[in-house]
Every structure is written in C-alpha cells, then in structure tokens.
C-alpha cells in the first residue's frame, strides 16, 4: 500500500501547495505528471506494493531530487510530522489495497485499511488546516451497472469489500463537504488502468501473480506464464468475453493533475469517471498485446470468474465538462508500452 505526498507550485506561491501519495503505479506517473504542471510534490509511500528504487527512478525522469518519505498513512503522528515539514495545500490520495478477490477473504483488512487509511488522514488534513483531497475511487461502485457507458449518477452498488471500502469513502467525503463546506474533493472513478510509462521506466509489476488481465498477459508474452485464462465466454457482450474501459495510466494521471488544479482554483468539489468509453473485450486485449509483442499469446477459455461483470465502460462526458479531461492515447499505446516496460523491467 502506498500513501501520500505534497506540492507547491513552483512559481513559489506557498499557498499552492498540493499534495498527493506515491511510488506505486498511478502513483508515479501522477508524480510526473505533477511535477511537468509545476508543481512539487513530496511523496509518502510505505512501500507495500511499490519497488524500492521507484524514487530513483522519478529522479531520473525529472532530473530533480525526489522527496520521499517512508511511511504509513494510517499513522497520524508521521502524517502530522509530514503536514509540519512542509507547507502542504492539497494531498492525492491513492494508498489502498485492490484486490477483489482478496477482499472476499480479509474484508475487515481492506476496510481497515481503505477506510481506516482515509479517516486517517482526513484528521491529520483538518489539523494541518488542508482541505483539498483527490481520491481514487473506482468503477467498482456501480456493481452491476444496468446502463452502460455508465453515468456519475448511476447508484452505487458494492458486490464485495473493496466496492464497499470505496463506497464508504465516497461517502465520508460527501457528507463532511456537506457539512464542512471549507473542504473540497475530486473524487475520481478509475475505470480499468493500463500500460506504462513512455520512458519505459515505470510501469505496473505486481510482487505476485497478477490478477488483472494486462499484467497477466504481459507476463505471457515474457514467457514467465504459459497461457492466458479468458474468464468467461458466454456474457452478453460482441464475442463473450468481459468487456472494460482501459485507460492509459499517462492519461489517467493527467486526470489527477486536472482534478487538483480545479480544486486549487475553484474550491469546488467534483465527482467524475475517468475512462475512455470505449470498451474492449478479453480477446481484443489479447489480440492487442500480440500486436505489440509480436508472437500470438496462447489463451484458453476457462469458466467465468466469480463477481465478474459483463460490461464496465464510462460515461465521459462530465470529467470533460467539469476538467476539461479527454483521454489521448489508444490500446495499441497502452500495450506497446506495457510490453516495453516488462522487457525493461525482466532485465533489471
Ligand atoms: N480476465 C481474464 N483473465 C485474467 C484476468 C482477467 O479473462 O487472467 C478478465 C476479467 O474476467 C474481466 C477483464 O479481464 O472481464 C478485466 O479483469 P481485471 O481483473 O483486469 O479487471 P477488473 O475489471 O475485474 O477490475 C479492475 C480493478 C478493480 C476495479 C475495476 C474497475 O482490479 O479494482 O477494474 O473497472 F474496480
């Protein structure tokens, strides 16, 4: 897990001083991201699913110390040290676990920890006198959509713990704003992130077997696994198999970079999607990562995996109105750059 970091606006106006978490894969990215938009960023990570030499590698990529602090972000006395270091306007919040499947065994682990985390720091925030938060939340809390590309408005629905952690934490921000209009958040609804960095220095690489369906298939193509296991073949979508909305991680970063500059300029809360919406199936993101890596990746359809939903695919027209937020790059962006960077990484 990972947690959460600051930014001042390099043209030295101290009360713009945003701050946001991490080394971890969105993380990251949104890391150069800020740091192109100008503003500085101090990161907070506990390193939980992030590698070690992730700030070296921003450093590089910025040609600018990084600062980095290792630490919990449930624990309110670092974070507390952390909002006296440095003069903090505005925090990215993306420590989390997310992993369906695990939440079903350890739901009051990922409570904890979701939930828990955000309580955390939202009282270190109210002592600091910082309230301006991004938070990741995710496609996960509309459940079982029955409209899709799916709306803001569409009702929340939780079909495991990690829905239900994300949910709750929508809701505490929605109900402190309404009852502390000082507060301001950009809740953004991550629809499903891919590919890596241009440089092919960052990028996605879980410590375990991968459980999302890109990573996997990268893991393929490196010929670390023998096949792709295509979850279900008989949904109600073009050819069977499941259906999302991927998104560049560069282009889901560039999100975050929007979403907090509104929220430093207008003080205003907002809730948007951040996807493409466009959907692509199983075997067209197979298809896809065969293209980049240039071999046929074997597969074989096995049975549907349970909590699976058909389809997720996003309305997009609100992060447009509200952030002026378009996605730029295409699927064959993302799986060419995923393919770069776990040839890169398999050789570190
Ligand atoms: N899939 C396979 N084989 C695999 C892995 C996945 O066929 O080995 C399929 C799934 O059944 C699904 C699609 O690929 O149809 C995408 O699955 P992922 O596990 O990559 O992603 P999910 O949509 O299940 O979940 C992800 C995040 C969640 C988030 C959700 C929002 O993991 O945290 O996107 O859309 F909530």
């Not at 101290?14 to 701050?19: A, E, I, K, T, V």
């Not at 960023?41 to 390193?47: A, G, K, M, R, T």
């Not at 991968?210 to 109600?236: I, R, T, W």
């Not at 889901?252 to 500059?261: I, Q």
């Amino acid at each position: 897990m990972s947690a959460l970091a600051q930014t001042r606006e390099r043209d030295g106006n101290g009360w713009q001083n945003p701050s946001h978490r991490g080394a971890g894969y969105i993380g990251s990215h949104t890391y150069l991201a800020l740091k192109q938009a100008g503003y500085e960023v101090v990161i907070l990570d506990n390193f939980g699913n992030a590698q070690a030499d992730v700030p070296d590698r921003l450093a590089q990529l910025t040609n600018a110390p990084v600062t980095c602090i290792t630490g919990d972000v449930r624990n309110g006395a670092l974070l507390d040290q952390v909002f006296a270091d440095h003069d903090i306007v505005a925090v990215v919040h993306f420590a989390a676990l997310k992993s369906v499947g695990d939440s079903m065994k350890m739901p009051l682990t990922y409570l904890e920890s979701n939930l828990g985390g955000l309580l955390t720091l939202l009282a270190a925030m109210e002592r600091a006198g910082c309230r301006r938060l991004v938070f990741s939340s995710s496609a996960t809390v509309y459940g079982l959509p029955d409209q899709t590309p799916t709306p803001e408005t569409a009702p929340r629905q939780a079909m495991n713990p990690y829905g239900k952690s994300k949910i709750l934490g929508e809701e505490v921000l929605e109900h402190l704003v309404a009852t502390d209009p000082s507060w301001a958040f950009g809740i953004l609804r991550y629809f499903n992130p891919a590919g890596a960095h241009g440089s092919g220095l960052l990028g996605e690489n879980p410590k375990d077997t991968p459980s999302n369906l890109m990573p996997f298939v990268a893991k393929v193509a490196l010929g670390e696994l023998p096949l792709v296991q295509v979850f279900g073949n008989d949904y109600p979508t073009p050819d069977g198999t499941g259906v999302r909305d991927y998104i560049h991680v560069e282009d889901l970063a560039h999100g975050h970079v929007l979403s907090l500059s509104a929220l430093i300029a207008d003080g205003k809360s907002h809730l948007v999607n951040l996807g493409t919406g466009q959907g692509h199936s199983v075997l067209e993101i197979i298809a896809a990562y065969s293209d980049a890596c240039g071999q046929d990746l074997p597969f074989e359809i096995a049975p549907r995996r349970p909590g699976d939903v058909p389809v997720y695919c996003a309305e997009t027209e609100k992060a447009k109105e509200l952030l002026g937020f378009s996605t730029r790059k295409s699927l064959a962006d993302m799986c060419q750059s995923s393919w770069t960077w776990v040839q890169n990484a398999a050789t570190r």
